[in-house]
């Protein structure tokens, strides 16, 4: 993407996630050269007010934008967020941003934005088939195949965290039950060790949540308890892990990618043992696995940044 002069142009990417907001500046080899980042405000409004914010606070003004927002995006437009409080049908956050920016604006799924940021610049370089699973508050999804990022017929392809795996299992955040991420999600896993500590069980990991001043378990509060060794912590966690297997084993066996990328705040934190162990628990429910890595995300929190800046740079050249 050039300018009138045909001078480069930097691109902004924004990704929104449960616990914070990443707004960054992309050049076109997919490098972040400048980065914002804030707590992820309450309100649908009043993230599209943070991001407006950091966007204007670059020295230079990008020639487009793309936002990485949590919930499913059809045609370009958000069909829903439900994590985001004061979010109707009747705000189009493309148009919000756009108008107060004053450069081409679009939006994508969190998750598949991240997944497009390990496509075109970290793991699944060089792949036309990738399935790719973010571990963060939530469990996200995103898809390329053939060549080409997959939404779906309505935009709700890559919703991993929602495939059922236990048949009237424990209540998911999203209402209904059985759902992965009833059982991976950092948010769940949380409550279901307060669960434990409830019916009197002890654990270290609220302990660590405090000294670290955290309001709520965050990814790096999960891999210190983990490395101590505390055994309700590894309890739930591992069933997390199991819940993620069976879930990989039926998505591969349907969609047959090349490699599978796993990112989000999880697994930046645990590294590649965390893909291994996702990858153990899906191994003996895959038809064939050999040759087929599954590998963690190298780009780390900047994904879901360069996801969306390709995003909007599409946009810009559509």
């Not at 919703?159 to 059922?164: D, I, K, L, T, Y």
Request: proline content about 4%.
């Amino acid at each position: 993407m050039r300018d009138d002069e045909g001078a480069h142009v930097l691109v902004a990417g924004a990704d929104v996630g449960g616990t914070n907001i990443m707004v960054g500046l992309v050049d076109e080899d997919h490098e972040v050269v400048a980065r914002r980042k804030l707590r992820t405000p309450d309100g649908a409004r009043a993230v599209i007010d943070a991001i407006v914010g950091m966007v204007l606070d670059f020295d230079e003004k990008p020639g487009a934008l793309g936002v990485g927002v949590p919930g499913p995006v059809h045609d370009g437009s958000v069909v829903s967020l439900p994590n985001l409080t004061g979010w109707t049908p009747d705000l189009s956050v493309v148009d919000a941003l756009a108008s107060r920016i004053g450069i081409p604006t679009a939006v994508e799924n969190d998750a598949q934005v991240g997944v497009l940021g390990e496509w075109v610049a970290g793991a699944a370089r060089g792949h036309d088939d990738v399935l790719g699973i973010w571990l963060g508050t939530g469990v996200g999804a995103g898809m390329v195949v053939g060549g080409r990022p997959f939404g779906g017929a309505h935009g709700t392809g890559g919703e991993f965290g929602h495939m059922v795996v236990r048949p009237d299992g424990a209540l998911c955040g999203c209402g209904r039950r059985g759902c992965v991420e009833a059982y991976a999600g950092r948010r769940m896993m949380g409550q279901a060790v307060q669960r434990l500590v409830d019916a009197g069980r002890e654990t270290v990991l609220f302990e660590i949540m405090e000294k670290k001043g955290k309001p709520r378990p965050t990814s790096a509060v999960w891999r210190d308890a983990l490395e101590a060794g505390d055994e309700v912590v590894e309890e739930v966690f591992g069933a997390g892990i199991e819940a993620l297997g069976i879930a990989l084993a039926s998505a591969v066996n349907l969609l047959d990618p090349s490699i599978v990328v796993v990112g989000g705040g999880l697994a930046e934190k645990l590294g590649q043992p965390l893909a291994d162990r996702i990858a153990a628990a899906a191994a003996d429910r895959v038809m064939h696995i050999a040759g087929r890595p599954v590998v963690v995300a190298e780009r780390g929190d900047d994904s879901g940044v360069i996801g969306a800046a390709w995003v909007g740079r599409e946009r810009a050249a559509s």
